[in-house]
């Protein structure tokens, strides 16, 4: 029993000298240097500072985004159509100003006054016709501000008035139509309509004579049919 109780206290000085050599303060080392110490034993542990890029998931190498090539330019009339200019783009404005875009030309058709007198008058009876009274009216003052003379187009402006039952301007007309021309048929035949619409039966039944004297046919068969047992 005298021989373990010596082993013991054998052990515990020795483990007791061991402690206070391992704790002595003036072998300790500075904070820094362990620092430094553990850079350089350990350098593969970080062998490369700089950051790595990020690599792309599995999914995409496997499945990469299918890309829609951009749409193909159209011309219309020389001119490129879905090719935009980008938001950033800024012409030079002294380039602008010596070189200015080309004016927008506008295919606008010509005025009355620019077309040749022969043409108003074609345009003006098929307006006429198409009983586009207040057109026709337009043709027949350019033609008769060109010559006011011109009777066959008095009898036209007085028939467009008529059928806008503006019956006193087509009655002037037509008395300025056979003024001109005393012997011209037709002016007194529409005039003997004007008439009628007026309630001037008498004056109408005078006209119609005329006009029927004058050759005028439907003047003829109006006085056959309506005036005459």
Avoid at 4 to 23: E, V
Avoid at 29 to 52: A, F, L, S, T, Y
Avoid at 187 to 195: C, D, K, R
């Amino acid at each position: 029993m005298k021989i373990y109780i010596l082993i013991l206290l054998f052990l515990s000085f020795f483990s007791f000298i061991s402690i206070a050599q391992r704790n002595t303060g003036g072998n300790r080392q500075n904070v820094g240097d362990r620092i430094e110490r553990i850079k350089v034993e350990n350098p593969i542990r970080n062998p490369n500072p700089e950051r790595q890029p990020i690599k792309k998931p599995r999914r995409e190498k496997n499945n990469p985004p299918q890309l829609q090539p951009p749409p193909e330019p159209v011309k219309l009339g020389g001119v490129e159509v879905g090719n935009p200019v980008p938001i950033d783009y800024c012409p030079d404005p002294i380039s602008i100003f010596l070189n200015p875009p080309p004016p927008i030309i506008i295919d606008n058709p010509p005025s009355l006054d620019e077309l040749p007198l022969s043409e108003v008058f074609d345009l003006g009876t098929k307006n006429l016709d198409l009983e586009l009274y207040n057109e026709a009216i337009k043709c027949f003052n350019i033609l008769l501000k060109n010559d006011p003379l011109d009777y066959e187009v008095y009898t036209l402006r007085g028939r467009a008035y008529h059928g806008l039952e503006l019956y006193d301007k087509a009655k002037k007309n037509y008395q300025k139509s056979i003024k001109i021309n005393k012997s011209y048929a037709d002016g007194y035949y529409y005039l003997a309509l004007t008439e009628i619409s007026l309630e001037n039966i008498d004056e109408a039944i005078v006209d119609f004579e005329i006009a029927a004297d004058l050759g005028n046919e439907k003047a003829k068969n109006i006085l056959k049919k309506y005036f005459k047992d």
